[in-house]
């Protein structure tokens, strides 16, 4: 089992900055992907970014966003700047790994980003 606890979202105006903060615990592999995916009101959850030790970024986000990590905290971050309206949506953490032949999927509880003037 790995538990995700997810801090950092908020209210701010377009062209603003949030940090997002995920940090795992429980069982925890060495080598796992963590991630954020956002959903939107009306729409369906999309990617925003993910890590490995390699970063992948949603289009949308690149250039604006960056993904990092802390192996030793267990912890993801997504550093948001030049916020804008369209980037308001429930942002979700991800822990994905693979254990002992089986799939390990996980999702925090999400917090609510709204980019709004």
């Known amino acids: 089992q790995v538990q995700l606890v997810e801090s950092g979202g908020g209210l701010v105006q377009p062209g603003g900055s949030l940090r997002l903060s995920c940090t795992a615990s429980?069982?925890?592999?060495?080598?796992?992907?963590m991630g954020w995916y956002r959903q939107a009101p009306g729409k369906e959850r999309e990617l925003v970014a993910t890590?490995?030790?390699?970063?992948n970024y949603a289009d949308s986000v690149k250039g604006r966003f960056t993904i990092s990590r802390d192996n030793a905290k267990n912890t993801v971050y997504l550093q948001m700047n030049s916020l804008k309206p369209e980037d308001t949506a429930v942002y979700s953490c991800?822990?994905?790994?693979?254990?002992?032949?089986?799939?390990?999927?996980?999702w925090g509880q999400g917090t609510q980003v709204t980019v709004s003037s």
């Open positions: 991800n822990y994905y790994a693979i254990r002992v032949g089986v799939r390990n999927n996980y």
């Open positions: 429980g069982i925890i592999s060495s080598i796992n992907t």
């Open positions: 890590i490995i030790s390699s970063t």
